[in-house]
């Protein structure tokens, strides 16, 4: 009987990670709220700040003993007596769920972007327009100063979408493709296409540093309800890539593995150090941090409006599977918004929205139901 309750909470826990996974790589949908929602917020954040020097340096000898010293059944049993006692285990568990999500939903969200656009970003700003009741029901109190820290977190907001054009990154990234195309450079190994374990060139040193700042950030903003990482990484302009990559992973090239080590290390560069950042802002400036993040998600209604003005860029020059090669007529997001006009796919926009909306809607009744 205990080892079917172990079981069940074993289970219970990795579908917890996965339903986080899931969140986290939606725009809209926060890690935060679902941690609120599963009744573990306090505890995860309480597990974060046990990552420490001191336990860093801990767990450091527990390998070094397990692996280099004598008895190593005993030093495994401490080490794993180290992990229970700072509920290090239950993290894990929750990771390892999210991995999974995160790993099995990036090539369809991936899809869903390049083919469906508009439809899919409808359903991203029907769940960040409801998202904006989760710091409005947070506030403890409603003072008419609170609205300059509002319309700061929406200036902020639209000035870094404004900022960041799509359009720009992709032609400046068909330029380079170009220029080594056309010089013939790495001519042979383009020849032979990627295999496993290849280096094709693929990110800049500069998109490599980008990966680690975008990582830092997003996930400051995965602990916080309401806040979305995914939707930062969509006002950063990072999103595509970084689901591009997971998605790629299936390929084994070191390009996809070092792009997206270096968004790890910004991850757990950003939890050690903003994680415990926000929970000081949180305690002393408490209704402040709300307003402000209420103000990010009502400027991110700028960056994710679904009807963007598009340009049909005649030759894109792009590397899939580590060759060079020549798109035609392909249609490149900038973002311009538009007004949409009366067609079918303004029909199923409106459809996915209102998904959008009732979806978060249940959420929200959950987390904050009596």
Request: aromatic letters at 14%.
């Amino acid at each position: 009987m205990r080892n079917n309750t172990k079981e069940s909470s074993f289970i219970k826990e990795l579908l917890m990670g996965f339903c986080l996974g899931t969140a986290n790589i939606i725009p809209g949908v926060s890690g935060g709220t679902f941690l609120l929602i599963f009744k573990i917020y306090e505890r995860v954040f309480s597990i974060l700040n046990k990552i420490n020097p001191v336990n860093i340096l801990y767990f450091s000898s527990c390998i070094f003993k397990i692996v280099f010293k004598a008895k190593k059944a005993d030093s495994l049993n401490i080490f794993i007596e180290f992990l229970r006692n700072n509920d290090f285990i239950f993290l894990f568990k929750l990771i390892v769920g999210a991995v999974v999500a995160i790993i099995s939903l990036s090539s369809l969200m991936k899809y869903l972007i390049v083919y469906h656009y508009s439809v899919t970003y409808a359903l991203f700003f029907g769940l960040i327009l409801m998202s904006i009741i989760i710091p409005v029901k947070m506030l403890k109190e409603r003072k008419a100063y609170l609205i300059l820290f509002v319309i700061l977190g929406a200036v902020c907001t639209i000035y870094v979408t404004y900022a960041v054009n799509p359009y720009e990154k992709i032609k400046k990234k068909s330029e380079i493709y170009e220029v080594q195309f056309l010089n013939n450079q790495n001519f042979e190994k383009e020849k032979q296409g990627v295999t496993a374990f290849s280096f094709t060139g693929k990110y800049t040193l500069d998109e490599y540093g980008y990966a680690l700042i975008c990582g830092a950030v997003a996930i400051s903003a995965m602990v916080l309800p309401g806040i979305s990482g995914s939707l930062v990484l969509i006002l950063m302009g990072a999103y595509f890539e970084v689901i591009s990559a997971i998605s790629g992973l299936k390929t084994l090239n070191w390009d996809n593995l070092a792009f997206l080590g270096c968004f790890f290390i910004g991850i757990i560069v950003g939890g050690l150090l903003f994680t415990k950042l926000i929970t000081a802002v949180l305690k002393r400036y408490y209704n402040a941090t709300m307003a402000f993040l209420m103000g990010l998600m009502v400027g991110s209604l700028y960056a994710l409006w679904p009807f963007k003005k598009s340009i049909i860029m005649a030759q894109q020059y792009i590397k899939k599977d580590g060759v060079i090669c020549i798109a035609q007529n392909m249609r490149i997001y900038t973002n311009i918004n538009e007004i949409p006009q009366i067609e079918s796919q303004l029909l199923f926009s409106l459809g996915s929205f209102i998904i959008g909306c009732i979806i978060m809607s249940f959420f929200i009744g959950k987390e904050f139901r009596k």
